[in-house]
Structures are given as structure tokens and as C-alpha cells.
Antibody
Framework: QLQLQESGPGLVKPSETLSLTCTVS??????????WGWIRQPPGKGLEWIGS???????YYNPSVKSRVTMSVDSSKSQFSLKLSSVTAADTAVYYC???????????WGQGARVIVSS | EIVLTHSPGTLSLSPGERATLSCRAS??????LAWYQHKPGQAPRLLIY???TRATGVPDRFTGSGSGTDFTLTISRLEPEDFAVYYC?????????FGGGTTVELK
């Protein structure tokens, strides 16, 4: 049973960098059939795809955050990470990591990590 | 960017009733559409992909249909565990986008 678990600080100051890690268990992160993605949900709003990456390190970002986002993978730890720089209150959200079938749909999700941007 | 619009925003129904949820895309996404169920505090769950293919383990009371710009998720007979928020997501164009969701609530 594949499981994904987000981890990272729940509070980030404005203008700083949000950093989250997703740990994958019960399956391999080194799969040619899957990408690994980040999605967020601001309070009271819908879901927003942030970006996705392949185990080789190839990345695909949403243009809405492309200038501020970096994703990376550490296959030895079965982890992938999200960094979002210069955060503002608008980045307050629940952040989900998920497995993505070939850049298509997301078939396994983590429980989500709530991140608040506030001084 | 493709905008996905759900209707209605909220559906108030009783267990055993039929639920019909709509998702409309601002441009054609062919059949590249998925549906998710999301309950508070839980991970979203993939229900349907390819507009009409049920994901593994999804009961057959969930049916997806449509193509192009108009899609429907039908829950034939609501079970107590089906009360949740449902989102559609398109993967026909980049960036991938989600709709704002339909809440299926207990009447």
C-alpha cells in the first residue's frame, strides 16, 4: 500500500522560503510510470497544482508560481521536496504531495500539511 | 489556463438518493478528466480518470461520463460515506487545473 507523508514547518514568515518534504513508502519513487507532485488548497478555496517532478529530476511547474518554486528528489531516502520562496499570506494553504500517473491524474495523496504564512 | 466550473456548488441530498454533479471546462480537454472525493482532514481520493474509468477499489455506484467540455459524475445511490466534496481535474492541457468543487451534503 503506497503511502505519502508531508512534513515541514507549519509556520513561515512572510518573504521567507517554505520548505516541505514528502516521504514515500510502500512503493518505489524510481518508477518510469509516475511523477510526483505538489498540490495546495488555500483556506476556503479549491485545489491548485504547484508542480511535478520525475525521479530523474525533471520538473514541471505551474506558471503561477514558477519563478518561486523549486522541487527536488532524493531517491536514496524515497523523498521529494518543495521549496517556495518569497512567501506571502496568499501562500497559506494545506499542501499535499501526491503520485501522478505520467503527468496526468493523481492516484495517491498524502494527508496534507497545513502551512501558515504569518509574522 | 483551462478553467473548470462545477455545478451545483452544493447538493443537499439524503442517503439512497441519486447525485448528479457537473464539471464544465472552458476549452476541450477530450477525455482527459479525473474526479476526486475529498473529506475533511483526509487525503483526496481518486475516483475516476479518463472521464469514465473507475480507479481501483471505487464502487460501481460512481459513474463518470462526458468528453470535450462537459462532464458528469453520477452517484447512483448515496451511501453515508459519500457525503464529501468532489473535484474534477483536467490533464488535457498544461497547467493541470482543478475545479472549485461540489459539496454533497446531508439534507
Amino acid at each position: 500500500q503506497l503511502q505519502l507523508q508531508e512534513s515541514g514547518p507549519g509556520l513561515v514568515k512572510p518573504s521567507e522560503t517554505l520548505s516541505l518534504t514528502c516521504t514515500v513508502s510502500g512503493g518505489s519513487i524510481n518508477s518510469s510510470n509516475y511523477y510526483w507532485g505538489w498540490i495546495r488548497q488555500p483556506p476556503g478555496k479549491g485545489l491548485e497544482w504547484i508542480g511535478s517532478l520525475f525521479y530523474t529530476g525533471s520538473t514541471y511547474y505551474n506558471p503561477s508560481v514558477k519563478s518561486r518554486v523549486t522541487m527536488s528528489v532524493d531517491s536514496s531516502k524515497s523523498q521529494f521536496s518543495l521549496k517556495l520562496s518569497s512567501v506571502t499570506a496568499a501562500d497559506t494553504a494545506v499542501y499535499y504531495c501526491a503520485r501522478q500517473r505520467t503527468l496526468f491524474y493523481f492516484d495517491n495523496w498524502g494527508q496534507g500539511a497545513r502551512v501558515i504564512v504569518s509574522s | 489556463e483551462i478553467v473548470l466550473t462545477h455545478s451545483p456548488g452544493t447538493l443537499s441530498l439524503s442517503p439512497g438518493e441519486r447525485a448528479t454533479l457537473s464539471c464544465r471546462a472552458s476549452q476541450s480537454v477530450s477525455s482527459y478528466l479525473a474526479w476526486y472525493q475529498h473529506k475533511p482532514g483526509q487525503a483526496p481520493r481518486l475516483l475516476i480518470y479518463g472521464a469514465s474509468t473507475r480507479a481501483t477499489g471505487v464502487p460501481d455506484r460512481f459513474t463518470g461520463s462526458g468528453s470535450g467540455t462537459d462532464f458528469t459524475l453520477t452517484i447512483s445511490r448515496l451511501e453515508p460515506e459519500d457525503f464529501a466534496v468532489y473535484y474534477c481535474q483536467q490533464y488535457g492541457r498544461s497547467p493541470r487545473t482543478f475545479g472549485g468543487g461540489t459539496t454533497v451534503e446531508l439534507k
